[in-house]
């Protein structure tokens, strides 16, 4: 297995795209911490990982807070051993005119999509360090991070910065042996998703479900993304396969957004 002896913290992991990439890590050989706001469904997902064999741990964890991130990364170390690659997943959306977006909101999205991702960063790359050890820091990007969209402008702006972060910290830590690049997905068939189109409605005045089948329609492959279609190159980027990888924000939409 490429991940045998290995441990991934995956932020965000109760559900979606998080339980997806969890999941195939593990199957890939890997010991996960799940870490996630919500315990409830945290369990579920612990469960599910260890009845592929795999050791797991939950971490009740709000990622918009530099405290508790750090500390699960030190609870991962202490439990598994050592910690080898960081999933930085856990993120939200917010469907808003940018004429409309509140101090609060954008507030809010911002603490969490990049803040979170950016004490994701620096706690595993101290975490490898202290370890004397190569790593691998993986972050959560969208095709609205490569293009803005229409009711997602503060969404998308937080995207951007994701990018930013990956590229910056790749650059300073490809001399310790750590690489760090962000996936992208497109339309993914989530909870999440399903709040978009409900916002996107109230906003456009479209009719429940046209937003996200209008989307489709236009993806080349002709279906709407998977958390599985994600995790896969997740999972690569985990690998060996990918250590000579750095910096890149790769798109896996199926095609929609091309660059």
């Known amino acids: 297995m490429p991940l045998s002896n290995k441990t991934a913290l995956v932020t965000g992991a109760a559900q979606g795209i998080g339980r997806g990439i969890a999941l195939r890590l593990a199957k890939d050989g890997a010991n996960i911490v799940l870490t996630d706001i919500n315990p409830d469904k945290l369990k579920d997902v612990v469960a599910e990982v260890e009845a592929l064999g795999r050791k797991a741990l939950a ?4 990622v918009g ?3 508790q991130v750090y500390n699960a990364v030190e609870q991962a170390q202490k439990t598994m051993g050592q910690l080898d690659i960081m999933v930085n997943n856990a993120g939200i ?3 808003r005119s940018i004429l409309e977006a509140t101090p609060e909101e954008v507030e ?3 603490r969490i999509n990049v803040q979170g991702t950016l004490w994701g960063i620096q706690a595993a790359a101290k975490a490898f360090k202290a370890q004397g050890s190569k790593g691998k820091i993986i972050n959560a990007c969208s095709i609205a991070g490569h293009e803005s969209f229409a009711f997602l402008g503060v969404y998308s702006s937080t995207k951007f910065a994701v990018r930013a972060l990956t590229q910056a910290a790749a650059k300073e830590l490809g001399a ?3 690489t760090v690049n962000a996936y992208c997905p497109g339309i993914v068939g989530t909870d999440m998703w399903k709040v978009i189109d409900q916002r996107m409605a109230e ?5 429940p479900g046209e937003t996200y089948k209008k989307f489709v329609d236009g993806i080349a492959l002709g279906r709407a993304e998977t958390p599985q279609d994600v995790a896969a190159l997740v999972a690569f980027l985990a690998s060996a396969e990918a250590d000579y990888i750095t910096g890149q924000c790769i798109i896996t939409d ?3 957004v091309y660059r």
């Open 254 to 256: 199926g095609g929609i």
């Open 203 to 207: 906003e456009t005045g479209a009719k």
């Open 59 to 62: 971490i009740t964890t709000d």
């Open 93 to 95: 959306a917010q469907v």
């Open 65 to 67: 807070q530099r405290d």
């Open 176 to 178: 310790d042996g750590i």
């Open 108 to 110: 809010t999205i911002y």
